[in-house]
């Protein structure tokens, strides 16, 4: 039996990508800001319809970048259901996460329980698009307006979508993107900060150099967070196959949503209304009616050789390096959905007949 991972990265023509970095050859320009950089630079920001990006080295330094460009300091209110990455980024920049639970319809952050978590030290709201659902942006401005604080989305699994017509990445006071080899959209490693003040820049820029201002002038404690050429060249040739990628993937899904819309107990990921998604993602809630549970669905689909995986389980509050020390009761729907969910192999290239034994496995399990 064929294995079946729950991703598969893509990647453009290897002629296409060779053309790419011949001229880093002739060049020997390798990294620090070079040809390649500026043009992905130029790229991304047409596509995203953004007027200002900051590329780096990966989705994670992206998130702390920002966090320190803004000087943030104190608590920021996120959410547990997410990757390890957006919590640890608040902790390793010597901020508090402060816990907002999920809701049950999109699981991205219940705008109803963020007030009561603010106190006179929270500083932003820093919410995850969490398997390319958009946040409830209106009442998330809404309040960051009438507190007075910054809005960071962690926008790793929403590149390419559309809200209200108008980029993802263009909501809040910036947007953090995972340019990951499992991601949508692949730079081998990579990511980028979409942002709205331009007087930023600068900052972004010197801070993921070392905070290297100039040869002799360092106003920041930078560290190195740069994108590389070869990495840029990645993301300009995966670039001009996006559309056709995203079609892909929601062809995919169509396929999941034929065998799976109506087996009760089992709640397939939907599509928000207002929203042009991406299809990163097939996360599919085991509900009790299903009368199996998540954790042997997961095994029994491993020893058929498919590897789905349990995103995002454990929740971050509950991660053994923090001792309990964030956590929470409150986050009661967070666990829940923690326990139930599983995310299907989804990605371009996978086959209608994979996609025919993934299921079949499935809903074999209930006889
Ligand atoms: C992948 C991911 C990141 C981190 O991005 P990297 O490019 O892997 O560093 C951050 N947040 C979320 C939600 C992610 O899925």
Same mark, same amino acid.
């Given at each position: 039996?064929?294995?079946?991972?729950?991703?598969?990265?893509?990647?453009?023509?290897?002629?296409?990508?060779?053309?790419?970095?011949?001229? !880093?050859?002739?060049?020997?320009? !390798?990294?620090?800001?070079?040809?390649?950089?500026?043009?992905?630079?130029?790229?991304?920001?047409?596509?995203?319809?953004?007027?200002?990006?900051?590329?780096?080295?990966?989705?994670?330094?992206?998130?702390?970048?920002?966090?320190?460009?803004?000087?943030?300091?104190?608590?920021?209110?996120?959410?547990?259901?997410?990757?390890?990455?957006?919590?640890?980024?608040?902790?390793?920049?010597?901020?508090?996460?402060?816990?907002?639970?999920?809701?049950?319809?999109?699981?991205?952050?219940?705008?109803?329980?963020?007030?009561?978590?603010?106190?006179?030290?929270?500083?932003?709201?820093?919410?995850?698009?969490?398997?390319?659902?958009?946040?409830?942006?209106?009442?998330?401005?809404?309040?960051?307006?009438?507190?007075?604080?910054?809005?960071?989305?962690?926008?790793?699994?929403?590149?390419?979508?559309?809200?209200?017509?108008?980029?993802?990445?263009?909501?809040?006071?910036?947007?953090?993107?995972?340019?990951?080899?499992?991601?949508?959209?692949?730079?081998?490693?990579?990511?980028?900060?979409?942002?709205?003040?331009?007087?930023?820049?600068?900052?972004?820029?010197?801070?993921?150099?070392?905070?290297?201002?100039?040869?002799?002038?360092?106003?920041?404690?930078?560290?190195?967070?740069?994108?590389?050429?070869?990495?840029?060249?990645?993301?300009?040739?995966?670039?001009?196959?996006?559309?056709?990628?995203?079609?892909?993937?929601?062809?995919?899904?169509?396929?999941?949503?034929?065998?799976?819309?109506?087996?009760?107990?089992?709640?397939?990921?939907?599509?928000?209304?207002?929203?042009?998604?991406?299809?990163?993602?097939?996360?599919?809630?085991?509900?009790?009616?299903?009368?199996?549970?998540?954790?042997?669905?997961?095994?029994?689909?491993?020893?058929?050789?498919?590897?789905?995986?349990?995103?995002?389980?454990?929740?971050?509050?509950?991660?053994?390096?923090?001792?309990?020390?964030?956590?929470?009761?409150?986050?009661?729907?967070?666990?829940?959905?923690?326990?139930?969910?599983?995310?299907?192999?989804?990605?371009?290239?996978?086959?209608?007949?994979?996609?025919?034994?993934?299921?079949?496995?499935?809903?074999?399990?209930?006889?």
């Amino acid at each position: 039996m064929k294995r079946i991972n729950v991703t598969q990265s893509s990647m453009p023509p290897l002629e296409e990508y060779v053309e790419e970095i011949r001229s !880093l050859f002739e060049s020997k320009w !390798l990294t620090n800001m070079g040809e390649k950089h500026k043009k992905f630079e130029e790229k991304l920001k047409e596509y995203l319809q953004v007027s200002n990006v900051s590329l780096t080295v990966n989705g994670h330094m992206a998130l702390e970048n920002i966090i320190k460009a803004l000087d943030l300091k104190g608590e920021i209110i996120t959410t547990p259901f997410t990757f390890a990455s957006t919590t640890h980024a608040i902790i390793r920049c010597g901020l508090k996460p402060v816990f907002c639970d999920i809701n049950r319809k999109d699981y991205t952050i219940d705008v109803d329980k963020i007030e009561e978590l603010i106190t006179e030290d929270t500083c932003a709201i820093l919410p995850v698009h969490v398997y390319g659902n958009v946040c409830n942006i209106e009442a998330i401005e809404e309040i960051a307006n009438k507190y007075n604080l910054y809005v960071i989305y962690d926008a790793a699994h929403t590149f390419g979508e559309k809200y209200k017509g108008k980029s993802v990445a263009a909501y809040g006071d910036a947007s953090v993107f995972s340019f990951h080899a499992t991601k949508v959209f692949n730079t081998i490693e990579g990511g980028c900060i979409a942002f709205k003040d331009e007087t930023m820049t600068t900052i972004l820029k010197d801070i993921k150099n070392f905070g290297f201002s100039g040869p002799e002038i360092i106003r920041y404690v930078g560290g190195n967070a740069k994108m590389n050429e070869f990495q840029a060249a990645m993301g300009i040739c995966n670039l001009r196959h996006i559309d056709c990628e995203l079609k892909k993937r929601k062809n995919a899904y169509e396929k999941y949503r034929e065998y799976l819309c109506d087996v009760k107990g089992l709640k397939i990921w939907e599509p928000q209304r207002d929203v042009e998604h991406n299809y990163a993602y097939m996360p599919v809630v085991f509900e009790d009616e299903f009368g199996k549970n998540r954790d042997y669905i997961a095994q029994i689909l491993m020893e058929n050789n498919i590897y789905a995986r349990k995103y995002f389980y454990p929740i971050t509050a509950d991660f053994q390096c923090y001792n309990n020390k964030f956590s929470s009761c409150r986050l009661e729907v967070a666990r829940d959905i923690s326990k139930r969910v599983l995310t299907l192999p989804l990605y371009a290239d996978i086959e209608p007949d994979d996609i025919e034994r993934i299921c079949s496995v499935i809903l074999s399990t209930r006889q």
